[in-house]
């Protein structure tokens, strides 16, 4: 897809003032990115605003500017440049898109195959596992030196998108640029430990309510997992805090593809997964959706049963 990184980087330069902006339902590629470039940016001299619709998880408290989040309506205004990070489609920035849109210039630095470009330059890679390989990449073409506190933020992003380097589409700059933020100190012992060897016991309720509702159609190929509000309640849990639940059935013996639902007020959220060689984000794209060939998301404006019923009525399609 488009690779203009040094018209990118010419407009990014020029930017005084900078609003780096997140996607809605924040994971942690997005956060990773776009702290790392907030680091980036201020190293240089600038003023760099990190804004997001959303509420980026408590887990990612480990990084530098973590805190540091606007909501759209807190955004400051007057920036001389917006950078949606990690933005697969303009919709996902929620709130966010009125700061895009009120910026002179609107840059784009993504990873998703899905990206249709909606900026004034983009920097989009199809072809990469993590923006925050990316995110590395702006940073070394800016000429802000690399620092401890962002290589934190690019490992964490890398290895959330990667699966902790575990997903088929994990590419070999993904494992040469991981081990160069392990030469800047990033810290991958507290960072695995954060992300996957620590569980609240909000995540744990939510964890067994999911397995418990979890069931297995089209022959067993396909496992599906369907949350309601009241299951989110019942766990102390929000909608956002459901990320990775769709690995429980995917992970089962004999299922190629899998789906988590997640009530919301705007509807449904579905993220989808497949095992090699299914695909789900020409799925998800066949709704407005987006992602990775065998992850990928979408939210569809109808009841549960509604959505669930359309989308595997398309894997249904697929799997023959």
């Not at 398309?314 to 799997?319: R, S, T």
């Amino acid at each position: 897809m488009r690779r203009d990184l040094q018209a990118w980087l010419d407009k990014a330069r020029k930017a005084k003032r900078v609003a780096l902006i997140a996607h809605v339902s924040p994971d942690g590629d997005t956060v990773g990115a776009t702290l790392a470039l907030r680091l980036a940016f201020l190293a240089l001299g600038k003023s760099a605003d990190v804004i997001c619709d959303g509420e980026p998880d408590a887990c990612f408290a480990y990084l530098a500017g973590h805190d540091a989040f606007l909501k759209p309506e807190q955004a400051q205004g007057g920036y001389d440049a917006a950078i949606a990070v990690d933005v697969a489609d303009r919709r996902l920035l929620g709130g966010a898109a009125s700061v895009f849109d009120a910026a002179p210039v609107r840059l784009v630095i993504d990873h998703h195959a899905t990206n249709t470009g909606y900026g004034d330059v983009n920097y989009v890679r199809g072809d990469e596992c993590a923006c925050c390989v990316l995110a590395c990449e702006a940073i070394d073409g800016l000429g802000a030196a690399l620092t401890r506190e962002m290589a934190d933020c690019l490992m964490t992003g890398i290895s959330t998108d990667t699966g902790h380097f575990m997903y088929p589409y994990t590419t070999p700059l993904a494992f040469e640029t991981a081990g160069r933020l392990r030469a800047l100190g990033a810290d991958v012992s507290a960072i695995t430990r954060v992300l996957y060897r620590t569980k609240t016991m909000t995540a744990v309720n939510l964890t067994r309510i999911a397995y418990q509702k979890m069931r297995f159609v089209l022959g067993g190929r396909v496992g599906v997992i369907e949350l309601t509000q009241e299951d989110l309640t019942a766990a102390g849990a929000t909608a956002q805090q459901t990320g990775g639940l769709v690995n429980c059935a995917l992970e089962v013996e004999g299922v190629r593809m899998a789906v988590l639902a997640t009530q919301r007020e705007d509807g449904t959220k579905l993220s989808l997964r497949a095992v090699e060689p299914a695909t789900v984000n020409d799925i998800a794209a066949r709704f407005g959706g987006g992602g990775h060939a065998q992850a990928a998301g979408v939210t569809m404006p109808m009841p549960m049963d509604e959505a669930v019923a359309a989308v595997l009525a398309a894997m249904e399609q697929k799997l023959g």
